[in-house]
């Protein structure tokens, strides 16, 4: 069975054990979805959003969080964890980005194509693949495949990465054979099993609905 044909038929048992997802494309700052990621990082979604939310509301423009102190960036990020480290970090790219505009809109990257997008995301320091491609398919609909760490174990127990060991590795040669259409779903599914069912320890595999497709099962 080829990549995509597997990948297809994983997506559509997703879908019916968490059901459909509606992918939403927004027309607001892709910054925002920068920001958002950068706090996601080694963290839960509930703290990562928790540490948004406080951001936004101390610094409610992008101005007023250039211009704010580093211990006011790390108070406000505090519940997210590791606040020192993203705290400089989200720092340093404004800093980057009024260096390279004079501005933070960036709402005419929707005006580019997804590489040009790539392209210019990628020229910032600490702004990786995933972070991209979490911009790109959350903050833009468009049709990236963020690789992260439950999409990365799944994947891996499914036998779907071709040897590749790394996330990076993987993002790039998983997100070309998912199906049209899929990207937004079959990621949000594929991090909703690997929470509830594919789990690090102990994963559920006697109750997972891709136990019949599945590589690590089956061994």
């Not at 199906?179 to 320890?201: D, F, I, K, M």
Request: hydrophobic share 40%.
């Amino acid at each position: 069975m080829d990549s995509q044909t597997a990948i297809g038929r994983i997506g559509a048992l997703l879908r019916q054990a968490y059901g459909p997802r509606r992918q939403v494309r927004r027309r607001d700052n892709p910054l925002d979805w920068v920001i958002r990621t950068l706090l996601s990082q080694n963290t839960t979604s509930a703290n990562s959003e928790r540490a948004y939310e406080t951001l936004r509301l101390r610094f409610p423009t992008f101005e007023d969080m250039h211009g704010a102190p580093l211990r006011g960036l790390i108070s406000a990020i505090r519940s997210g964890g590791l606040a020192n480290q993203k705290a400089v970090r989200i720092k340093a790219l404004l800093e980057e980005i009024w260096a390279a505009q004079g501005h933070f809109d960036l709402t005419f990257l929707r005006d580019l194509s997804d590489e040009e997008v790539r392209a210019y995301l990628g020229r910032f320091k600490g702004i990786g693949s995933k972070t991209v491609a979490c911009v790109l398919l959350f903050g833009m609909g468009r049709s990236a495949f963020p690789v992260d760490t439950h999409v990365f174990r799944v994947s891996r127990r499914l036998g779907l990465l071709n040897g590749q060991h790394t996330p990076e590795a993987a993002q790039a040669f998983l997100e070309p054979h998912v199906p049209p259409g899929e990207h937004y779903a079959l990621h949000l599914n594929l991090v909703e099993h690997g929470r509830r069912v594919c789990r690090a320890q102990r994963p559920l595999c006697d109750s997972c609905p891709l136990a019949r497709l599945c590589a690590s099962v089956r061994t």
